[in-house]
């Protein structure tokens, strides 16, 4: 499991990285989408894996936590998508209303070529 | 501290968003209700940090509380930890608050909607960045300060603006992803957020393991540095600050502090002299990266032909000195760079709402032309007498008020005698040239040339936009100002000017917060309270 993980995260950031460095901003929102994924999944991965654990306590037990998943980075990561989700709407409008003010799609609001 | 004094330190976060839902309920038409409890708000603040700042400064270890939410001991729940510094900060950002308010409240606040929840919004995310104890809370309030920021950086909408602003939410969104990746690695080494829990834990930490920490403080070290403007990280802050309305960009002055603040105290409590093998981590880096944006700001502002571009730059000047003198780790240059924060926002506060001031009545584009004339020599002609006697309504004498307001920012900004600009930096070199070692070591030597000759570039950059704007501007008719307008700047001029008079009686505050800042037992002793030691609560090595 380790691996595929590690590798979906190298692949998400990757592909995001490349993408904002784009000079159309749909290229870019979508490489900030792609980064905030492999984000997620490395807060996940930072409270180290664990399959078919709990990560609650049962009422009145101390529980060995080496049975239970981390419950933190999956309060953090939930924070995080929310969070992410929310800013990624709001950069949405703004693209939407620089290309409509601009009349391009280019990061800068102007062609390179003009 | 009795229970309603002790519940007083969540209002600073409370206060503003309870006022900021309410207008967002009441519309965006009701103009006067939303500007009146918005003023109302803004004062409360003021007076709850003042009342904050004399509890922390009375109280003997300079920490006048630690709020926990919902009552839940330290390392297990979010925590707001009241001390020197952040009540002083709490301060700072609700005068710049009131004085940009009460400035928007002339024009500003009508060219956009929702300028008054975002404003109070923004308070929010401030305050409580300044005061929280744990860093993924730390994640949160950033968030909400910059989403508000986002807003407010768009308020007034046109092209230019909508550019600059898609610019700045798209770095601080990459930066804000790196921020979660330096928090999660801190946390996967030392399973805690808690900031007072990690300082008792860092010096701790395996060898083994030291690298994945150090890892992470450097990635959310980016993180910070990009909001506080660190050259290379700095490209995108002159033109979203000079593009953004007068009172917004006022406001902004205090944003890349945020930064600056987390650097200083995270630096100090994680990587301080007590860290163990991670101490003073990150500290050439940050002398170095300083001095790079000292120097470049120094650039940009001798380069820059508009007055809003100029402001930014001094933005990163200031920016720069301040993390420089984190950099260097001595309690003297650390209280000397305190007083610093507070006169150069206070001084970039007031020089960037003058600049719409001064400007108004002028052609869009005289600065420009202003210095091609320079440049080509091209002769004016002399202006009559007559458009003189035309000044502004509200005030007479309007423009001799206005330059002489920017005369005293420029003091300020440069740091000359005899305002606080010139204090701040005096202290700074001071610290920076009497080390303990004997003789002075060479990032000393480096530190005061480099502060000197910015400083001199800011006095000749601000003398030449000063001309061109009040003396040898081709169409200088009178700007009409109105008395809420100026009103704020002065003040804020004015609370510069009580700091040069109270100078004593604030270093000496400045330099016990920098002995606790140095010296963090005490607040991590005091957040992590009846605890016997953090050891005994260890996470069970998974």
């Known amino acids: ?114 | 501290m009795n229970s309603i004094a002790h519940h007083l330190m969540i209002a600073p976060i409370a206060l503003p968003l309870a006022a900021g839902a309410i207008m967002l309920a009441l519309g965006g038409d009701r103009r006067t209700l939303n500007a009146s409890l918005n003023v109302i708000t803004t004062i409360a603040l003021v007076a709850i940090a003042i009342t904050l700042l004399c509890a922390a400064d009375a109280s003997p270890l300079g920490i006048s509380g630690v709020y926990r939410l919902g009552n839940w001991p330290a390392p297990f729940a979010i925590v707001l930890v009241f001390d020197r510094l952040s009540a002083a900060m709490l301060l700072l950002t609700s005068i710049l608050a009131l004085a940009t308010l009460v400035f928007a409240l002339a024009r500003w606040h009508r060219v956009g909607v929702h300028f008054h929840p975002l404003f109070q919004l923004l308070l929010m995310g401030l305050n409580g960045a300044f005061l929280t104890g744990d860093l993924f809370n730390l994640f949160v309030f950033f968030e909400v300060l910059l989403a508000a920021s986002y807003g407010l950086a768009l308020h007034g909408s046109g092209s230019t603006r909508v550019t600059a602003g898609m610019h700045y939410i798209i770095v601080n969104l990459v930066a804000s992803l790196l921020f979660l990746v330096g928090v999660s690695l801190i946390y996967s080494v030392t399973g805690t957020l808690n900031m007072a829990d990690l300082a008792a834990r860092i010096p701790t930490v395996r060898a083994e393991d030291r690298a994945l920490l150090e890892a992470g403080a450097g990635v959310l070290g980016i993180a910070f540095l990009t909001k506080a403007g660190m050259w290379p990280m700095c490209f995108w802050l002159p033109g979203t600050y000079a593009a953004a309305p007068a009172p917004v960009a006022s406001l902004f002055a205090i944003l890349t502090k945020v930064g600056v603040y987390i650097v200083l105290r995270l630096s100090l409590l994680l990587f301080g002299d007590h860290a163990g093998a991670s101490a003073h981590f990150g500290g050439e880096l940050l002398l170095v990266g300083g001095m790079a944006t000292i120097a470049f700001g120094t650039i940009g502002t001798l380069a820059s032909q508009e007055m809003a571009r100029l402001a930014s730059y001094s933005v990163l000047i200031s920016s720069g000195t301040i993390l420089a003198a984190v950099g260097m780790g001595q309690i003297g240059v650390t209280s000397g760079a305190l007083y610093y924060l507070v006169s150069s926002t206070l001084g970039l506060a007031a020089f960037f709402l003058l600049i719409e001031l001064a400007e108004r009545g002028r052609e869009p584009g005289a600065d420009v032309l202003a210095v091609t004339r320079e440049l080509y020599g091209e002769e004016t002609e002399l202006e009559d007498a007559e458009e003189t006697q035309e000044v502004g309504i509200a005030i007479p004498a309007s423009m001799a008020l206005i330059g002489g307001t920017f005369i005293c920012c420029a003091l300020v900004i440069s740091g000359l005698p005899p305002l606080s600009g010139f204090i701040g930096k005096f202290a700074l070199l001071t610290a920076a040239l009497n080390s303990q070692a004997g003789a002075v070591p060479v990032a000393g030597w480096a530190f005061l040339g480099i502060l000197i000759v910015s400083g001199f570039a800011t006095l000749i950059a601000t003398t030449r936009a000063g001309i061109n704007t009040f003396w040898a501007s081709p169409d200088a008719t009178a700007p009409r100002v109105r008395l809420i307008e100026i009103a704020p700047v002065v003040v804020l001029i004015l609370l510069c000017a009580a700091l040069t008079i109270q100078a004593g009686p604030t270093m000496r505050f400045m330099q016990v917060t920098a002995e606790s800042l140095h010296m963090p037992r005490d607040y991590v002793n005091n957040v992590l309270g009846r605890m016997s030691t953090p050891s005994d609560l260890r996470r069970t090595e998974r």
Do not use: C
């Not at chain 1, 492999?38 to 080496?66: D, H, Q, W």
């Not at chain 1, 980075?73 to 969070?83: R, S, Y």
């Open chain 1, 1 to 114: 499991m380790e691996i595929i993980l590690a590798l979906s995260i190298g692949v998400l950031t990757s592909s995001g990285v490349w993408l904002i460095f784009r000079p159309r901003t749909f290229q870019v929102i979508i490489g900030l989408s792609l980064l905030s994924y492999a984000v997620n999944l490395f807060i996940i991965a930072m409270g180290r894996l664990k399959t078919g654990a709990a990560p609650i306590l049962e009422a009145g037990t101390t529980g060995n936590p080496e049975l239970f998943a981390d419950p933190l980075p999956q309060a953090l990561v939930l924070t995080a998508i929310v969070i992410s989700f929310a800013t990624t709407a709001l950069l949405l409008v703004v693209l939407l209303v620089s290309r409509g003010l601009t009349g391009t799609d280019h990061v800068d609001g102007r062609e390179p070529s003009q």
